[in-house]
């Protein structure tokens, strides 16, 4: 069950997405540390979810045409402000690297996570699969979220290893700039389609 569990988590994190989107941005704009912290920050929001959907609060988001749509909303509007202020940021010959706070990129990776409705259904959808029929279901549920997390901080922390490798080339002020509005279109596209998905 457990290996049946990470290769499907592992095929579901590699798929590109919101996540991906920004960890790599975060990861040019700030480096490696940028990077990391905001793999860590996603990997915290995804315990939100995982935690939600092992209590059965996720089911009362599906129920719930209120909280489903105020979720999805209030998650629709942060990727599209992150992708905005990706496309409106400085002209190539003025990018340089921002001075930010430790905090600041866990916080942009733990919100896109939390706030994403397509990861709250995912659990909701995807978790119960693997738990067992009988016996206390919430520490196995715990267990496997733990998995995914771990999944998730390695895929990520992969990408942005790769990202510093190719640094070099990545960090030139137009090459920069293009990739920012790449990763900029990419979480407004995402944030639109966030906006379609429907409850099941």
Same mark, same amino acid.
């Given at each position: 069950?457990?290996?049946?569990?990470?290769?499907? #988590?592992?095929?579901?994190?590699?798929?590109?997405?919101?996540?991906?989107?920004?960890?790599?941005?975060?990861?040019?704009?700030?480096?490696?540390?940028?990077?990391?912290? $905001? $793999?860590?920050?996603?990997?915290?929001?995804?315990?939100?979810?995982? $935690?939600?959907?092992?209590?059965?609060? #996720?089911?009362?988001?599906?129920?719930?045409? $209120?909280?489903?749509?105020?979720?999805?909303?209030?998650?629709?509007?942060?990727?599209?402000?992150?992708?905005?202020?990706?496309?409106? #940021?400085?002209?190539?010959?003025?990018?340089?690297?921002?001075?930010?706070?430790?905090?600041?990129?866990?916080?942009?990776?733990?919100?896109?996570?939390?706030?994403?409705?397509?990861?709250?259904?995912?659990?909701?959808?995807?978790?119960?699969?693997?738990?067992?029929?009988?016996?206390?279901?919430?520490?196995?549920?715990?267990?496997?979220?733990?998995?995914?997390?771990?999944?998730?901080?390695?895929?990520?922390?992969?990408?942005?290893?790769?990202?510093?490798?190719?640094?070099?080339?990545?960090?030139?002020?137009?090459?920069?700039?293009?990739?920012?509005?790449?990763?900029?279109?990419?979480?407004?596209?995402?944030?639109?389609?966030?906006?379609?998905?429907?409850?099941?």
């Amino acid at each position: 069950m457990i290996v049946s569990f990470a290769f499907a #988590s592992l095929v579901l994190i590699a798929l590109p997405g919101p996540d991906f989107a920004l960890i790599t941005r975060n990861a040019l704009v700030g480096c490696r540390s940028g990077g990391l912290r $905001t $793999t860590l920050g996603g990997a915290a929001g995804l315990t939100v979810h995982a $935690t939600a959907a092992a209590m059965g609060l #996720s089911a009362l988001l599906a129920a719930s045409s $209120t909280a489903y749509a105020t979720l999805k909303l209030v998650g629709v509007a942060y990727l599209v402000y992150l992708g905005l202020k990706s496309l409106l #940021s400085a002209p190539p010959d003025e990018v340089a690297k921002p001075a930010r706070s430790k905090g600041h990129w866990f916080a942009q990776g733990f919100l896109s996570s939390a706030l994403n409705v397509k990861v709250a259904l995912f659990f909701l959808t995807f978790l119960p699969q693997f738990l067992p029929t009988t016996g206390s279901t919430l520490f196995v549920a715990l267990g496997l979220s733990a998995i995914f997390a771990a999944i998730y901080v390695a895929w990520f922390s992969g990408l942005v290893l790769l990202v510093g490798q190719v640094s070099g080339v990545l960090s030139r002020p137009r090459v920069k700039a293009w990739m920012e509005r790449v990763a900029g279109s990419a979480l407004v596209m995402f944030g639109i389609r966030l906006a379609t998905v429907t409850r099941p």
